[in-house]
Nanobody
Framework: QVPLVESGGGLVQPGGSLRLSCAAS????????MGWYRQAPGKVREWVAGFTTGGATTYADSVKGRFTVSRDNAKNMVYLQMNSLQPEDTAVYYC?????????WGQGTQVTVST
């Protein structure tokens, strides 16, 4: 089983929405300590959202109020609901341990916000 598989990306117009999914191997990851990251062209990877100790969620200022992270413990899945998308949200999105990502990264899922 591939440890991390992200999906759900695509091309969307500004103001649109997408829902990303992350399937995590139970043997390698605990979704209670996972989050989302993104890497835009020419930029370093940055964190977007994640679960903190106790199950609370935290968000980067740039996405606060627009993105929502959630999880399904039964399926070992993590999701990222993205609303009011803007061109600056264009990036490859990844899931990983949060707040300290591990060395393994999945292939990510491309999100492109454009007219």
């Amino acid at each position: 089983q591939v440890p991390l598989v992200e999906s759900g990306g695509g091309l969307v117009q500004p103001g649109g929405s997408l829902r990303l999914s992350c399937a995590a191997s139970r043997r390698a990851f605990s979704i209670n300590a996972m989050g989302w990251y993104r890497q835009a062209p020419g930029k370093v990877r940055e964190w977007v959202a994640g679960f903190t100790t106790g199950g609370a969620t935290t968000y980067a200022d740039s996405v606060k109020g627009r993105f929502t992270v959630s999880r399904d413990n039964a399926k070992n899945m993590v999701y990222l609901q993205m609303n009011s998308l803007q061109p600056e949200d264009t990036a490859v999105y990844y899931c990983n341990n949060f707040p300290r990502p591990g060395g393994y990264w999945g292939q990510g899922t491309q999100v492109t916000v454009s007219t």
